[in-house]
Structures are given as structure tokens and as C-alpha cells.
């Protein structure tokens, strides 16, 4: 069957660089691009932290300018679809509009999770998931006195951080034992730990939230697991986010912590690929399926999706890649250190310029390197290139990492 007509649900970061890559690689059919949120598609990461501080405006998130879907001949839709048609294949709005494809790209991401307590509905408390989102919440943060920050994931660390810096005094209420732990080592933890004492933020660890409190209706205090009240008038939640995968699996595609894509990024149905956060797919850098919440899985599985679609179909096997911004620390992380059993320091936690080699079974599977951007870069290389570091060389006197990269590029 000809490629004429590629529909692609959902415009965040994802949906809009399928549209792109497409046009780059030469695709000349009808592009469909379908989001929910009025406006171009604009970029998420910058809502909890720079966003917030004022430091970017709205113009500056979007990933382009409003004429250039139409110069690219892109058609924008905003809708929310309610249905797929794998027989006839069409998607249906809610609105009732059916619009046809060739070819079908999920790029629905995720959405929030919320809090399952009493009081989560009262008026401040807040997720961070959209700009209607930042835009509500910007005031209040300029405002708040005492701020409460429901998990010590990224995204809450970021927002604790741009709270502080406004001057509220923020607590951070974490079920866990140490920040990021999701997705950090313990060397590195200790780090922001560190970090976020010194901006004013209390963080306090092995803690449940019982209870939202309020008067008339808005939030006034948290109550914590273990009975203490702690006084809020702004509550903000980041305690991780859920697939959007129900459109899938109400088409009948496989939905298993994502929805189930092959090597390809196809789903069981040769008509359709799904891409982003929303998708479970093979990685063979933790030889398990795997769901990733990041704009580097995003940009890369869309172009990977582009690319097929063109005639040009490879696996799937981009390196995963993150980076978070607080304050004046930036971390970036290559790889991923699920399941790594030994860590090698290089570097300086006390002046926060810090390398931390994460190996599993004597193998080198990530590095986080907080405020050392070059280092970021030469692990990235490293560790696509599989590279034999041992952590027996990594930990000796002197280890540069730039300088270990070159020397397997030479080899390579």
C-alpha cells in the first residue's frame, strides 16, 4: 500500500518530530498532527524550572513558529480522539470528525499521576504537566510563604528549587530514602541532598502524605504519615506519571506498562508505530522491555519512525540519555543505571563537579556527571561504542574521561 497520509495523535515532543523528520527525510503526502492543547506544540521541560523563574516566555518553548506547519504543509488538529478504526483506518474525534491514514503514529505521552488522598482537589494544590499548568501556577509560587512538594523525583526537585529561589520555605515529602532514586545512584543523591539544604529546602525522606487540609476550600496544611502538620499554601505533586495507552488498547494493541512496540517501534498492527512515553519497547541497553520519560527517546524513536516510513527501517537501539537543571547544578545522565552493583567517584562532590561510573557485573552502564557537560559528552560516546572500561581503570589517580574517550575512538 502507498504512504499518502500519515496521522500522528498527540503534538508534544514526540508527535511534532515525526512531523518534522518526515519532511526532512522527503516525505511529500499529507501529515495530520492531532494534539489537545490549543496553540503549536512547545516543549515541556522547561515548565518546572526555567519557565517558572521567568527566565523564558511562552514564544520561546515552541518547538517552531506557527507559519511553519504551514509552510511544511502539517495540519494542525486540536481534538482528542476517542477512537481507533483498524479496519477502516481512521481515527474519530470526540467531535465525531473521522480523519483516514496510511500510516498511524501514537505519540499520546503521559499524563500525571495523582494523589490518591483526601483534600488533592482543594484549590493549590498543583501537577506540572502543561503550560495551563506553569501559567496557573506561576503566581502562586511568587506568592506562596510555605510551599509542600509531594515527591523527590525530577520534576519535584526542580520545582522545590525554583520555590526556593522565590523565597518560599519548601518541604519535601518523599516515600523514599534518598532523592531521584528512580534514577540515580546514591553518590549522586547525596549530592542534591547536600544541594537543596544549602538552598533552604527541606527534604524529608521515608514520609507518607495522610492528608490534604484546607479552609473554604483551599489548601491550608499537609499532614504527614507519622502526624505531624505541616503548614501549606501551595501544594505541588510529582510522584510520576501514567501511560496514556487506553486509545490503544481499546483498538486491541498490546498495552503491558506502555503500548507494546517491536525493535521497529511497530506495534502488532503494521499500520501503526507508537513512540515516546507511552510506549514499552526492547532495549537491548537493559535486555528487558523498557518505558522511558525523556525528550531524547522522544526526538530519537520519532526520527527512528521517519526514517522507516521512508524506506530506510533500522532497530531501535539509541542510547538513553536525561539531564535535570537546578538552581546552578546541571546533571546529566548517559545510560542507565538500573541494577548497577558498583560506583567509581571522579571528580569533586564538595565543589558539585562530579562523575559518577555506575558498572553492573563489571560493565560499564551509565554515568552521571553533575555540572561537567564535557564528560556527559565523552560517556555518551563511550558507552555507544561499548567501550571496555574496567572500574579498576576508572578509579585510578588521575582518570580523565574525555581523555579515555579519545583513546577509543582512536582504537575504534
Same mark, same amino acid.
Given at each position: 500500500?502507498?504512504?499518502?497520509?500519515?496521522?500522528?495523535? $498527540?503534538?508534544?515532543?514526540?508527535?511534532?518530530?515525526?512531523?518534522?523528520?518526515?519532511?526532512?527525510?522527503?516525505?511529500?503526502?499529507?501529515?495530520?498532527?492531532?494534539?489537545?492543547?490549543?496553540?503549536?506544540?512547545?516543549? #515541556?521541560?522547561?515548565?518546572?524550572?526555567a519557565?517558572?523563574?521567568?527566565?523564558? $516566555?511562552?514564544?520561546?518553548?515552541?518547538? %517552531?513558529?506557527?507559519?511553519?506547519?504551514d509552510?511544511?504543509?502539517?495540519? #494542525?488538529?486540536?481534538?482528542?480522539?476517542?477512537m481507533?478504526?483498524?479496519?477502516?483506518?481512521?481515527v474519530?474525534?470526540a467531535?465525531?470528525?473521522?480523519?483516514?491514514?496510511?500510516?498511524?503514529?501514537?505519540?499520546?505521552?503521559?499524563?500525571? #499521576? +495523582?494523589?490518591?488522598?483526601?483534600?488533592?482537589?482543594?484549590?493549590?494544590?498543583f $501537577?506540572?504537566?502543561?503550560?495551563?499548568?506553569?501559567?496557573?501556577?506561576?503566581? #502562586?509560587?511568587?506568592?506562596? %510563604?510555605?510551599?509542600? +512538594?509531594?515527591?523527590?523525583?525530577?520534576?519535584?526537585?526542580?520545582?522545590?528549587?525554583?520555590a526556593?529561589?522565590k523565597?518560599?520555605?519548601?518541604?519535601?515529602?518523599e516515600?523514599?530514602?534518598?532523592?531521584?532514586?528512580?534514577?540515580l545512584?546514591?553518590?549522586m543523591?547525596?549530592l542534591?541532598?547536600?544541594a537543596?539544604?544549602?538552598?533552604?529546602?527541606?527534604?524529608?525522606?521515608?514520609?507518607?502524605?495522610?492528608?490534604?487540609?484546607?479552609?473554604?476550600?483551599?489548601?491550608?496544611?499537609?499532614?504527614?504519615?507519622?502526624?505531624?502538620?505541616?503548614?501549606?499554601?501551595?501544594?505541588?505533586?510529582?510522584?510520576?506519571?501514567?501511560?496514556n495507552?487506553?486509545?490503544?488498547a481499546?483498538?486491541?494493541?498490546?498495552?503491558?506498562?506502555?503500548?507494546?512496540?517491536?525493535?521497529?517501534?511497530?506495534?502488532?498492527?503494521?499500520a501503526?508505530?507508537?513512540?515516546?512515553?507511552?510506549?514499552s519497547?526492547?532495549?537491548?541497553?537493559?535486555?528487558?522491555?523498557? %518505558?522511558?520519560?525523556?525528550?531524547?527517546?522522544?526526538?530519537?524513536?520519532?526520527?527512528n519512525?521517519?526514517? %522507516?516510513?521512508?524506506?530506510?527501517?533500522?532497530?531501535?537501539?539509541?542510547?538513553?540519555?536525561?539531564?535535570?537543571?537546578?538552581?546552578?547544578?546541571?546533571?546529566?545522565?548517559?545510560?542507565?543505571?538500573?541494577?548497577?552493583?558498583?560506583?567509581?567517584?571522579? $571528580?569533586?562532590?564538595?565543589?558539585?563537579?562530579?562523575?559518577?561510573?555506575?558498572?553492573?557485573?563489571?560493565?560499564l552502564?551509565a554515568?552521571?556527571?553533575?555540572?561537567?557537560?564535557a564528560?556527559?559528552?565523552?560517556?555518551r560516546?563511550?558507552?555507544?561504542?561499548?567501550?571496555?572500561?574496567?572500574s579498576?581503570?576508572?578509579?585510578?589517580?588521575?582518570?580523565?574521561?574525555?581523555?579515555?574517550?579519545a583513546?577509543?575512538?582512536?582504537?575504534?
Open positions: 500500500m502507498s504512504l499518502n497520509n500519515v496521522v500522528i495523535v $498527540g503534538a508534544g515532543q514526540a508527535g511534532y518530530q515525526v512531523a518534522a523528520s518526515l519532511r526532512q527525510e522527503g516525505f511529500a503526502g499529507h501529515i495530520v498532527l492531532i494534539g489537545d492543547e490549543a496553540g503549536v506544540p512547545y516543549q #515541556r521541560p522547561p515548565l518546572s524550572k519557565y517558572l523563574l521567568g527566565k523564558v $516566555g511562552s514564544a520561546a518553548l515552541r518547538f %517552531r513558529p506557527p507559519e511553519w506547519f509552510q511544511q504543509s502539517v495540519e #494542525r488538529v486540536q481534538g482528542s480522539v476517542t481507533i478504526d483498524r479496519g477502516a483506518r481512521c474519530e474525534l467531535s465525531g470528525e473521522r480523519i483516514r491514514y496510511d500510516h498511524l503514529v501514537l505519540a499520546t505521552g503521559a499524563r500525571n #499521576r +495523582v494523589p490518591v488522598i483526601p483534600g488533592a482537589d482543594l484549590d493549590g494544590v $501537577g506540572i504537566r502543561t503550560l495551563a499548568d506553569a501559567d496557573a501556577l506561576a503566581p #502562586r509560587v511568587a506568592a506562596a %510563604r510555605h510551599v509542600v +512538594v509531594i515527591g523527590a523525583g525530577f520534576i519535584g526537585l526542580e520545582f522545590a528549587a525554583v526556593a529561589a523565597g518560599g520555605a519548601v518541604h519535601v515529602v516515600l523514599g530514602t534518598r532523592p531521584m532514586a528512580r534514577a545512584s546514591a553518590p543523591s547525596e542534591f541532598s547536600a537543596h539544604a544549602s538552598w533552604g529546602v527541606t527534604l524529608d525522606f521515608g514520609q507518607t502524605v495522610a492528608n490534604i487540609v484546607g479552609a473554604d476550600g483551599k489548601v491550608t496544611g499537609v499532614e504527614t504519615g507519622d502526624g505531624r502538620r505541616l503548614p501549606a499554601d501551595l501544594v505541588v505533586y510529582g510522584i510520576g506519571v501514567i501511560p495507552a487506553e486509545l490503544a481499546d483498538a486491541g494493541l498490546v498495552v503491558d506498562n506502555g503500548i507494546r512496540v517491536n525493535a521497529q517501534l511497530l506495534t502488532a498492527d503494521p501503526i508505530s507508537a513512540i515516546g512515553d507511552a510506549v519497547f526492547p532495549s537491548p541497553h537493559c535486555g528487558a522491555p523498557i %518505558r522511558l520519560e525523556s525528550v531524547q527517546n522522544a526526538v530519537d524513536q520519532a526520527r519512525v521517519a526514517a %522507516r516510513l521512508m524506506g530506510k527501517p533500522l532497530p531501535y537501539i539509541a542510547l538513553p540519555w536525561f539531564w535535570t537543571d537546578q538552581v546552578d547544578l546541571k546533571l546529566q545522565i548517559a545510560g542507565l543505571s538500573d541494577g548497577h552493583d558498583e560506583t567509581v567517584l571522579v $571528580g569533586n562532590a564538595e565543589t558539585r563537579q562530579l562523575n559518577v561510573l555506575c558498572f553492573r557485573q563489571g560493565s552502564v554515568v552521571e556527571s553533575c555540572n561537567r557537560p564528560d556527559h559528552m565523552a560517556a560516546k563511550v558507552l555507544a561504542r561499548a567501550a571496555p572500561l574496567t579498576q581503570q576508572a578509579a585510578e589517580p588521575g582518570f580523565d574521561l574525555k581523555a579515555y574517550e583513546s577509543t575512538r582512536e582504537v575504534a
